[in-house]
């Protein structure tokens, strides 16, 4: 049924789908950032289509597409409750570029949106409210973005001191690093070889874990003395 999507979108708008793919059974169309609206509202409102669900809008970050195509990619996807299909739209967005908003066509697409610019700093024109959604305010860069520094300690504003919780301190790099951002090649040198399995590197003792971290052992520390203190002071029996 996701073909007909696509197909249908192709007879209405002709050139204007600058590309299509069925890769792995997800139907897509790639249209440009200027026809992103009209695509969207057609996709809604044509008879045969009836894309009423707003299911999920993100990006992609390209960073090596630069500078002969937009580095972004919006990712749209949509569903037809009363027609039982679905199909994902795209459109490139250079770094900088704000393109325009959905919240009119979907009113869900507010918070997808506002999600796409907290993770990867594209704003959208005219969103209604176009703010962060799940970092707070004083987080500094977006983490999605693939020029994101791995090891930059987050948040910069400073830590409280406080003598009454237990906080835990920022992960470390073998501690919060994620998986897809790890130098393997630099693991599997031959001066120095390291397993490329985080979970077979843990075992081996190349890696810590979570549970052993510096920072969990602390906590543990503080948790095991507050535990220690409450119980000298609660009344004997």
Known sequence: MSKAVIARLKTQFGDKVLASSDFRGDDSATVAMGD?????????????LKMDMF????????????????????????RSLEKN???ILKTKVADGATPPTL???????????REVFDMFGIRFK????????????????????????????????????ATDMAKLAPFGIEE??????????????ADKPTQVSPAIAQQQGQTRTLSDSAAAQLLMEKLA?????????????
């Not at 987080?139 to 830590?159: A, C, M, N, S, T």
Request: glycine share 6%; no cysteine; net charge negative.
């Open 55 to 78: 299911t999920d809008i993100t990006a992609v970050d390209y960073p090596e597409r630069e500078p002969d195509e937009p580095r972004f990619e919006l990712v749209l996807m949509v």
């Open 225 to 237: 003395a507050k535990r220690a203190a409450e119980s000298a002071e609660a009344p004997q029996e």
């Open 85 to 87: 299909h679905r199909a």
């Open 103 to 113: 919240t009119g066509v979907w009113a869900g697409a507010n918070w997808g949106e």
């Open 36 to 48: 992103w609206v009209a695509v969207a509202t057609f996709l809604r409102d044509d008879a045969q």
């Open 126 to 161: 005219d969103h209604p409210d176009m703010r962060r959604i799940l970092m707070y305010d004083e987080f500094v860069g977006h983490p999605l973005r693939k020029d994101y520094p791995i090891d930059r300690v987050q948040p910069i504003v400073e830590y409280r001191d």
């Open 176 to 189: 919060g690093q994620p998986f897809a951002r790890i130098d393997w090649e630099a693991r599997l040198g």
